[in-house]
T-cell receptor, first 110, second 115 residues
Framework: AQSVSQHNHHVILSEAASLELGCNYS??????LFWYVQYPGQHLQLLLK??????LVKGIKGFEAEFIKSKFSFNLRKPSVQWSDTAEYFC????????FGAGTILRVKS | NAGVTQTPKFQVLKTGQSMTLQCAQD?????MSWYRQDPGMGLRLIHY???????DQGEVPNGYNVSRSTTEDFPLRLLSAAPSQTSVYFC??????????????FGQGTRLTVV
């Protein structure tokens, strides 16, 4: 069955700290991978996506993610977080349908 | 270009009542889906559709029905509301017919409370 696992449910960081959010998936075929962000009171917005090619993808607002096929992972990174990055982050994968992880709530302290 | 339009934004139902959440997209997307979002559980897939006339169950389909008579519309029906269905519901659409391998666009969400 298709599934997504996010490692941390809550992360608290100070401004300028580096961020890495873990994501692992399970699916037997070719996948497409996404990270979405949900700011308080808003709907989901796409941060970045991987379909094929370079496994290191860059998204908006300085975020990047690396697809490691052998580890079934797609971890999200940002070198220096800002207070405005406070949000919930969702990893998602498409096999035959779009499935989301449980989300990671990031709080950045100013 | 409206994108994905979801109505209503808020709804309170009594246990046992039925209602329909509306979802429409104007991007000629073939793939549409409904999710519920609950704290600590992320977005769980309720039902999805790969095109007009085709629907399938997701992770949590019980208590919900869908239909897809047109490409644009994908309503979600709660047959007999229960307090366990209190949640925030999101509709999403994306371009691909056979697989949702393009970006998904989301509606603004419906906050449903069942009392």
């Amino acid at each position: 069955a298709q599934s997504v696992s996010q490692h941390n449910h809550h992360v608290i960081l100070s401004e300028a700290a580096s961020l890495e959010l873990g994501c692992n998936y399970s699916y037997g075929g070719t996948v497409n991978l996404f990270w979405y962000v949900q700011y308080p009171g808003q709907h989901l917005q796409l941060l970045l996506k991987y379909f094929s090619g370079d496994p290191l993808v860059k998204g908006i607002k300085g975020f990047e993610a690396e697809f490691i096929k052998s580890k079934f992972s797609f971890n999200l990174r940002k070198p220096s977080v800002q207070w405005s990055d406070t949000a919930e982050y969702f990893c998602a994968v498409t096999g035959d349908k779009l499935v989301f992880g449980a989300g990671t709530i990031l709080r950045v302290k100013s | 270009n409206a994108g994905v339009t979801q109505t209503p934004k808020f709804q309170v139902l009594k246990t046992g009542q039925s209602m329909t959440l509306q979802c429409a997209q104007d991007m000629n997307h073939e793939y549409m889906s409904w999710y519920r979002q609950d704290p600590g559980m992320g977005l769980r897939l309720i039902h999805y559709s790969v095109g007009a006339g085709i629907t399938d169950q997701g992770e949590v389909p019980n208590g919900y029905n869908v239909s897809r008579s047109t490409t644009e519309d994908f309503p979600l029906r709660l047959l007999s509301a229960a307090p366990s269905q209190t949640s925030v519901y999101f509709c999403a659409s994306s371009l691909s017919r056979s697989r949702p391998n393009t970006e998904a666009f989301f509606g603004q969400g419906t906050r449903l409370t069942v009392v």
